[in-house]
T-cell receptor
Framework: AQTVTQSQPEMSVQEAETVTLSCTYDTSESDYYLFWYKQPPSRQMILVIRQEAYKQQNATENRFSVNFQKAAKSFSLKISDSQLGDAAMYFCAYRSLDNAGGTSYGKLTFGQGTILTVHP | ETGVTQTPRHLVMGMTNKKSLKCEQHLGHNAMYWYKQSAKKPLELMFVYNFKEQTENNSVPSRFSPECPNSSHLFLHLHTLQPEDSALYLC????????????FGQGTRLTVV
Protein backbone atom coordinates (compact mmCIF):
# COMPACT_ATOMS: atom_id res chain seq x y z
CA ALA A 1 0.00 0.00 0.00
CA GLN A 2 1.12 3.52 -0.69
CA THR A 3 1.87 5.98 2.09
CA VAL A 4 2.34 9.72 1.98
CA THR A 5 4.25 11.57 4.68
CA GLN A 6 4.35 15.28 5.39
CA SER A 7 6.89 15.80 8.13
CA GLN A 8 6.10 19.46 8.78
CA PRO A 9 2.89 19.86 10.80
CA GLU A 10 3.23 23.65 10.64
CA MET A 11 5.19 26.17 8.60
CA SER A 12 5.22 29.94 8.51
CA VAL A 13 6.44 32.49 6.01
CA GLN A 14 6.58 36.25 5.67
CA GLU A 15 4.46 37.83 2.99
CA ALA A 16 6.35 38.06 -0.33
CA GLU A 17 8.89 35.44 0.78
CA THR A 18 9.30 31.88 -0.47
CA VAL A 19 8.42 28.75 1.45
CA THR A 20 8.87 25.06 0.66
CA LEU A 21 6.60 22.32 1.97
CA SER A 22 7.96 18.78 2.08
CA CYS A 23 6.33 15.53 1.07
CA THR A 24 7.69 12.02 0.71
CA TYR A 25 5.86 8.93 -0.40
CA ASP A 26 6.38 5.23 -0.56
CA THR A 27 5.32 3.13 -3.52
CA SER A 28 6.46 0.23 -5.63
CA GLU A 29 4.56 1.49 -8.66
CA SER A 30 6.13 3.26 -11.59
CA ASP A 31 3.11 5.11 -12.92
CA TYR A 32 1.19 7.52 -10.72
CA TYR A 33 0.15 11.11 -10.13
CA LEU A 34 1.11 13.40 -7.28
CA PHE A 35 -0.90 16.38 -6.12
CA TRP A 36 -0.83 19.29 -3.77
CA TYR A 37 -4.22 20.34 -2.42
CA LYS A 38 -4.96 23.47 -0.44
CA GLN A 39 -7.64 23.58 2.25
CA PRO A 40 -8.37 27.15 3.40
CA PRO A 41 -10.55 27.93 6.42
CA SER A 42 -13.58 27.54 4.16
CA ARG A 43 -12.64 23.83 4.25
CA GLN A 44 -12.98 23.28 0.52
CA MET A 45 -10.07 21.30 -0.85
CA ILE A 46 -8.67 22.99 -3.93
CA LEU A 47 -6.19 21.44 -6.33
CA VAL A 48 -3.01 23.54 -6.45
CA ILE A 49 -0.76 21.55 -8.74
CA ARG A 50 -0.31 18.05 -10.15
CA GLN A 51 2.69 16.07 -11.39
CA GLU A 52 2.70 13.01 -13.64
CA ALA A 53 5.35 10.57 -12.52
CA TYR A 54 6.50 9.82 -16.07
CA LYS A 55 7.34 13.48 -16.66
CA GLN A 56 10.78 14.58 -15.59
CA GLN A 57 9.96 18.25 -15.86
CA ASN A 58 8.72 19.80 -12.65
CA ALA A 59 5.19 21.18 -12.80
CA THR A 60 4.59 24.89 -12.28
CA GLU A 61 1.42 26.92 -11.80
CA ASN A 62 2.12 30.63 -11.48
CA ARG A 63 3.71 31.11 -8.02
CA PHE A 64 3.52 27.40 -7.23
CA SER A 65 6.12 24.91 -8.36
CA VAL A 66 7.22 21.46 -7.34
CA ASN A 67 10.52 19.70 -6.96
CA PHE A 68 9.82 16.13 -8.00
CA GLN A 69 12.56 13.64 -7.23
CA LYS A 70 11.25 10.27 -8.37
CA ALA A 71 14.18 8.18 -7.23
CA ALA A 72 14.08 9.77 -3.79
CA LYS A 73 10.25 9.63 -3.74
CA SER A 74 10.12 13.26 -2.78
CA PHE A 75 7.61 15.87 -3.94
CA SER A 76 8.02 19.30 -2.38
CA LEU A 77 5.91 22.38 -3.05
CA LYS A 78 7.51 25.80 -3.39
CA ILE A 79 5.36 28.88 -2.99
CA SER A 80 7.02 32.05 -4.24
CA ASP A 81 6.00 35.60 -3.37
CA SER A 82 3.73 34.30 -0.62
CA GLN A 83 0.41 36.07 -0.16
CA LEU A 84 -1.93 36.26 2.80
CA GLY A 85 -4.44 34.22 0.83
CA ASP A 86 -1.99 31.34 0.69
CA ALA A 87 -2.58 30.65 4.37
CA ALA A 88 -4.20 27.23 4.56
CA MET A 89 -3.65 23.55 5.26
CA TYR A 90 -1.73 21.93 2.41
CA PHE A 91 -2.07 18.26 1.61
CA CYS A 92 0.17 16.14 -0.53
CA ALA A 93 -1.63 13.29 -2.27
CA TYR A 94 -0.80 10.27 -4.40
CA ARG A 95 -2.98 8.60 -6.98
CA SER A 96 -2.13 5.17 -8.28
CA LEU A 97 -2.33 4.54 -11.99
CA ASP A 98 -1.23 0.95 -11.74
CA ASN A 99 -3.87 -0.79 -13.82
CA ALA A 100 -2.49 -4.27 -13.29
CA GLY A 101 -5.60 -5.40 -11.46
CA GLY A 102 -4.47 -4.16 -8.09
CA THR A 103 -6.92 -2.71 -5.63
CA SER A 104 -5.09 0.56 -5.36
CA TYR A 105 -5.87 1.78 -8.87
CA GLY A 106 -7.39 5.25 -8.77
CA LYS A 107 -7.22 5.55 -5.01
CA LEU A 108 -6.17 8.97 -3.70
CA THR A 109 -3.92 8.73 -0.63
CA PHE A 110 -3.28 11.86 1.41
CA GLY A 111 -0.57 12.97 3.79
CA GLN A 112 -1.29 14.41 7.23
CA GLY A 113 -1.20 17.99 6.04
CA THR A 114 0.92 21.07 6.77
CA ILE A 115 -0.61 24.23 8.20
CA LEU A 116 0.90 27.26 6.49
CA THR A 117 0.73 30.63 8.20
CA VAL A 118 1.58 33.77 6.24
CA HIS A 119 2.70 36.78 8.28
CA PRO A 120 2.11 40.30 6.93
CA GLU B 1 -17.41 27.17 -5.91
CA THR B 2 -16.32 23.90 -7.47
CA GLY B 3 -19.76 22.46 -8.20
CA VAL B 4 -19.85 20.04 -5.27
CA THR B 5 -22.29 21.04 -2.56
CA GLN B 6 -22.59 19.42 0.84
CA THR B 7 -25.37 19.86 3.38
CA PRO B 8 -25.53 20.48 6.22
CA ARG B 9 -22.31 22.41 6.88
CA HIS B 10 -22.48 21.59 10.59
CA LEU B 11 -24.26 18.80 12.43
CA VAL B 12 -24.44 17.93 16.09
CA MET B 13 -26.07 14.62 16.92
CA GLY B 14 -26.51 12.34 19.87
CA MET B 15 -25.27 8.79 19.82
CA THR B 16 -28.80 7.43 19.42
CA ASN B 17 -29.81 9.75 16.60
CA LYS B 18 -30.16 8.98 12.91
CA LYS B 19 -29.08 11.63 10.46
CA SER B 20 -27.95 11.89 6.84
CA LEU B 21 -25.30 13.89 5.05
CA LYS B 22 -26.00 14.97 1.50
CA CYS B 23 -23.66 15.65 -1.39
CA GLU B 24 -24.65 16.97 -4.78
CA GLN B 25 -22.49 17.63 -7.81
CA HIS B 26 -23.43 19.51 -10.95
CA LEU B 27 -20.30 18.68 -12.91
CA GLY B 28 -21.57 15.67 -14.82
CA HIS B 29 -19.09 13.42 -13.03
CA ASN B 30 -19.53 9.69 -12.74
CA ALA B 31 -17.50 8.93 -9.64
CA MET B 32 -18.23 10.18 -6.12
CA TYR B 33 -16.37 9.69 -2.88
CA TRP B 34 -16.77 10.08 0.87
CA TYR B 35 -13.71 11.00 2.93
CA LYS B 36 -13.30 11.41 6.68
CA GLN B 37 -10.93 14.11 7.93
CA SER B 38 -9.96 13.86 11.59
CA ALA B 39 -7.61 16.17 13.40
CA LYS B 40 -3.92 15.40 12.88
CA LYS B 41 -4.68 12.43 10.62
CA PRO B 42 -4.58 12.02 6.84
CA LEU B 43 -7.84 12.05 4.96
CA GLU B 44 -9.35 8.59 4.99
CA LEU B 45 -11.25 7.31 1.99
CA MET B 46 -14.49 5.73 3.16
CA PHE B 47 -16.56 4.88 0.10
CA VAL B 48 -16.34 5.13 -3.67
CA TYR B 49 -19.20 5.06 -6.12
CA ASN B 50 -18.61 4.74 -9.84
CA PHE B 51 -21.64 5.03 -12.12
CA LYS B 52 -23.86 4.66 -9.02
CA GLU B 53 -22.25 1.37 -8.07
CA GLN B 54 -20.25 1.08 -4.87
CA THR B 55 -16.77 0.06 -5.88
CA GLU B 56 -14.99 0.50 -2.59
CA ASN B 57 -15.73 0.27 1.11
CA ASN B 58 -12.63 0.86 3.17
CA SER B 59 -13.62 -1.27 6.16
CA VAL B 60 -16.02 1.38 7.33
CA PRO B 61 -18.24 0.44 10.30
CA SER B 62 -21.82 -0.39 9.44
CA ARG B 63 -23.08 2.61 11.43
CA PHE B 64 -22.10 4.54 8.27
CA SER B 65 -24.33 3.63 5.34
CA PRO B 66 -23.82 5.25 1.93
CA GLU B 67 -26.42 5.67 -0.76
CA CYS B 68 -26.02 6.82 -4.34
CA PRO B 69 -29.41 7.10 -6.06
CA ASN B 70 -27.92 8.69 -9.18
CA SER B 71 -24.61 10.01 -10.44
CA SER B 72 -25.31 13.48 -9.08
CA HIS B 73 -26.24 12.64 -5.51
CA LEU B 74 -24.50 10.86 -2.70
CA PHE B 75 -25.73 10.37 0.85
CA LEU B 76 -24.12 9.15 4.02
CA HIS B 77 -26.64 7.81 6.51
CA LEU B 78 -25.52 7.87 10.12
CA HIS B 79 -26.90 5.93 13.06
CA THR B 80 -25.71 5.07 16.57
CA LEU B 81 -22.46 6.93 16.08
CA GLN B 82 -19.66 7.19 18.62
CA PRO B 83 -17.89 10.35 19.82
CA GLU B 84 -14.76 9.27 17.92
CA ASP B 85 -16.78 9.59 14.71
CA SER B 86 -16.72 13.36 15.16
CA ALA B 87 -14.83 14.73 12.17
CA LEU B 88 -15.11 16.66 8.94
CA TYR B 89 -16.76 14.54 6.25
CA LEU B 90 -15.80 15.52 2.75
CA CYS B 91 -17.50 14.56 -0.47
CA UNK B 92 -15.64 14.59 -3.77
CA UNK B 93 -16.35 13.77 -7.38
CA UNK B 94 -14.34 13.11 -10.52
CA UNK B 95 -15.19 12.57 -14.16
CA UNK B 96 -14.28 8.93 -13.90
CA UNK B 97 -12.87 6.75 -11.18
CA UNK B 98 -9.16 7.32 -11.09
CA UNK B 99 -9.31 10.58 -13.02
CA UNK B 100 -6.50 12.92 -12.20
CA UNK B 101 -8.56 15.63 -10.59
CA UNK B 102 -11.12 15.26 -7.84
CA UNK B 103 -13.35 18.17 -6.89
CA PHE B 104 -14.29 18.53 -3.25
CA GLY B 105 -17.20 19.98 -1.37
CA GLN B 106 -16.82 22.14 1.72
CA GLY B 107 -17.53 19.30 4.07
CA THR B 108 -19.90 18.65 6.94
CA ARG B 109 -18.45 19.22 10.40
CA LEU B 110 -19.99 16.43 12.48
CA THR B 111 -19.97 16.42 16.26
CA VAL B 112 -21.27 13.39 18.11
CA VAL B 113 -22.26 14.06 21.72
Amino acid sequence: AQTVTQSQPEMSVQEAETVTLSCTYDTSESDYYLFWYKQPPSRQMILVIRQEAYKQQNATENRFSVNFQKAAKSFSLKISDSQLGDAAMYFCAYRSLDNAGGTSYGKLTFGQGTILTVHP
Amino acid sequence: ETGVTQTPRHLVMGMTNKKSLKCEQHLGHNAMYWYKQSAKKPLELMFVYNFKEQTENNSVPSRFSPECPNSSHLFLHLHTLQPEDSALYLCASSQGYGDTEAFFGQGTRLTVV
